[in-house]
């Protein structure tokens, strides 16, 4: 017994007539005709009671019929669902972030983009620093991850692929009524007797390195008060006037109404926010995560 005696039979249960079902079926009725009375001798069961015009199911008939109804619609859902997790319409994500998605937008409007537009899609998503998503990725914790391309070690070339999706900005944010929060831009000169707030190495090393060396280049280093593991407590004691911090930025935080964001005139630098994955990773679903997240054009 084959996938096709159950369609050929099904289609000649539904219409009860073998010539409507052979033009359905687009089967010329005499081969029709043979493969059920195959079917019937497998059964050792008559399936139709044969009638002078068309057919009609036997009770045998009707109960293979809901049987076969139910065995086919899974077949088809079976199948789709090998097609769909193929072309990467279904399945799991596991992506890492960090506290970069707070200071790019574009972050989460491509991951709210991704669910609205693959549903069937889980898109798992891990609260981890830069380090920690590069260690997780090569041993296939993670499926993606997003971090600034200073955190990206050469070594890791040979293993990882990696895409832009936006490029940030070191500025500073100060509170709101700071002296410096109506500037169009400061110096770096000026930090010296300012209390700064400054990101913690051991979390971001290749960020922190860059910022760090831009500044001595300068010939002129902060003051700096406090190490921030992360940028959100930065930006919250930025927020309270503790101090101000520098920060790399798309555009300004919604959410931060008591902080502005002034560019500084002699630090012209950036970053570029990689999405990273495994070079080995096949994945469909993996593949259609980077295929959204690099079509943004915000991010751009």
């Not at 700064?196 to 500044?215: F, H, M, N, V």
């Amino acid at each position: 017994m084959e996938l096709r005696h159950l369609r050929y039979f099904r289609a000649i249960g539904r219409e009860e007539h073998f010539g409507r079902a052979a033009i359905a079926l687009r089967v010329a009725q005499p081969a029709l005709t043979r493969q059920i009375r195959d079917l019937e001798t497998e059964l050792g069961v008559e399936l139709f009671e044969r009638l002078p015009r068309g057919v009609r199911l036997s009770d045998a008939g009707r109960v293979f019929l809901a049987d076969v109804e139910e065995i086919l619609a899974l077949v088809d859902r079976a199948a789709d669902r090998a097609k769909r997790l193929g072309s990467g319409h279904l399945g799991t994500i596991r992506v890492g972030l960090s506290e970069i998605i707070t200071a790019h937008e574009f972050i989460s409007v491509g991951l709210l983009h991704f669910r609205e537009s693959e549903p069937g899609v889980v898109l798992d998503l891990k609260s981890m620093g830069s380090m920690q998503q590069i260690s997780a990725l090569q041993e296939g914790l993670l499926d993606a991850g997003i971090v600034y391309d200073a955190n990206i070690d050469e070594r890791d070339a040979a293993t990882l692929e990696q895409a832009t999706i936006g490029v940030g900005r070191t500025m500073l944010a100060v509170h709101r009524e700071h002296p410096f929060a109506n500037r169009e831009s400061v110096r770096l000169e000026e930090l010296a007797d300012q209390p700064t707030l400054w990101p913690e190495r051991r979390s971001q090393p290749g960020y922190y390195d860059k910022i760090a060396a831009a500044c001595i280049a300068s010939g002129h280093s902060p003051r700096v008060i406090q190490e921030c593991i992360t940028n959100s407590i930065l930006l919250s004691l930025v927020a309270v006037g503790m101090g101000v911090g520098f920060v790399t930025v798309t555009n300004p935080l919604s959410a931060a109404q008591n902080i502005r964001f002034v560019p500084i005139a002699d630090l012209d630098l950036h970053f570029a926010v990689q999405l990273v994955w495994r070079s080995r990773d096949q994945s469909g679903a993996l593949r259609r995560f980077v295929e959204v997240m690099t079509a943004r054009d915000s991010a751009r």
